[in-house]
């Protein structure tokens, strides 16, 4: 009598493997075997109600004042499992996403060669490596693979965000740099994710770069105590090299732009603490203008780091971000200028059009009382011009 074969069925796996009587991993929002094979991955009966959101929430949806808060997941349904199939994020990171990391030859190695190898240490920064590369792969995939890798990506990045969330709880010398790498690589994750997430109605870039402001004052707020153990570790060339070259002269248009912020501030009625919030968000966008100013220069190019631009909103008080939450003007056309900033890393496949849309967006915001002030970062958009 021939034998009969046992399937082995989940009851509560997605409609796919039912069919194929298959055990279902049950990960979300893609289980292992419709990742593997490419298909769409439904669950007819929805997650159970302990799951978590299938996607990763945008960090621009009410973003508390604390890094555990903001990526904290309690409880998750993703399978915390390196398949083979990852291995081709590994080999891609290690070979082409890195080099989009850094110009700076000193970091790119640190990207290429002790990045990976700490990886192999924190399975949490190994997710969120693969996260970032998976989303790097989905720019440049043909388009009917696109959402397959942004699915991977965003599982990864939960995956991680639920061990990070719990290492941050108990920081020490020995995961302290990789705790640092990941903040980092989660930064560069959410920027992209807001052009590369499908089917999903946008909330809008001015929330969107809110949060992400958020995220990181948050990371800077609790990893403040690890900075020096940072300083030491393999990581150490992020450290280096990042003072402002403050004999630098900006261009007249730059000058004369910020000259009318500043001149418009001092003149508008409202109260000291605000005046000296929006001054500061200013002086630190000079900063920043000379570091993008530096960068376009070709004998310099190499030895600067266009990320130092990140800290800008690391560097505006919490009073700033505040009056940017409340989307009062002056601070939406300052945020504005520091758009301008970003459109100059345009090329960078991780912020993409974010200055363009930022400018366009608070260009509808904000009234014919701030057009004078908005025309120049129209300008610069429009015409392209380097810094």
């Known amino acids: 009598m021939p034998s009969r074969r046992t399937h082995t069925k989940s009851r509560h796996g997605c409609t796919q493997c039912k069919a194929a009587h298959i055990k279902c991993d049950l990960s979300r929002p893609k289980c292992g075997r419709c990742t593997k094979t490419q298909r769409s991955c439904l669950f007819a009966t929805g997650p159970r109600s302990h799951d978590p959101p299938s ?6 949806i009410s973003p508390p004042n604390n890094v555990p808060q903001v990526l904290g997941l309690s409880e998750s349904s993703e399978t915390d499992i390196i398949s083979w199939d990852d291995l081709e994020l590994l080999h891609h990171f290690s070979t082409i996403t890195y ?28 997710h969120s490596l693969f996260s970032v590369t998976a989303l790097h792969i989905a720019c440049s995939a043909p388009l009917e693979s696109q959402s397959s890798y942004i699915d991977r990506a965003i599982r990864h990045h939960n995956i991680a965000l639920r061990h990070l969330s719990a290492e941050l709880h108990n920081i020490t010398r020995e995961n302290g740099a990789s705790l640092f790498i990941c903040a980092t690589l989660i930064v560069v994750f959410s920027l992209n994710l807001a052009f590369s997430r499908p089917h999903q109605e946008p909330t809008g870039t001015v929330e969107e770069i809110l ?73 630190g966008l000079k900063d920043s203008f000379k570091v993008i100013s530096s960068s376009n220069d070709p004998g310099t190019r190499l030895n600067r780091d266009d990320g130092m631009v990140l800290g800008w909103p690391i560097t505006c008080n919490q009073e700033y971000i505040a009056l940017l939450g409340s989307r009062q003007p002056l601070a939406l056309v300052i945020l504005a200028h520091y758009a301008v900033i970003l459109h100059e890393m345009r090329d960078s496949w991780w912020v993409r059009e974010w200055g363009s849309q930022l400018i366009h967006d608070v260009h509808q915001i904000v009234g014919d009382y701030w057009q004078d002030l908005m025309d120049w970062p129209i300008h610069r958009v429009s015409t392209g011009r380097p810094i």
Not at 117 to 126: G, I, S
Not at 215 to 231: F, K, Q, S, Y
């Open 211 to 283: 949060g992400i402001f958020r995220l990181l004052r948050g990371v800077r707020l609790v990893l403040a105590g690890m900075w020096e153990w940072a300083r030491e570790s393999e990581i150490a060339p992020m450290f280096v090299d990042r003072d402002i070259d403050h004999t630098i002269s900006l261009p007249g248009d730059v000058t004369a732009a910020l000259c009318l912020l500043e001149e418009r501030n001092r003149h508008l009625s409202k109260p000291a603490s605000d005046t000296e919030a929006y001054n500061m968000a200013i002086q």
């Open 55 to 60: 996607t990763v929430p945008s960090p621009a």
């Open 99 to 126: 080099t989009t990391l850094s110009d700076r030859h000193d970091l790119r190695e640190m990207w290429r060669i002790q990045i990976p190898k700490m990886a192999l240490k924190q399975r949490f920064m190994m």
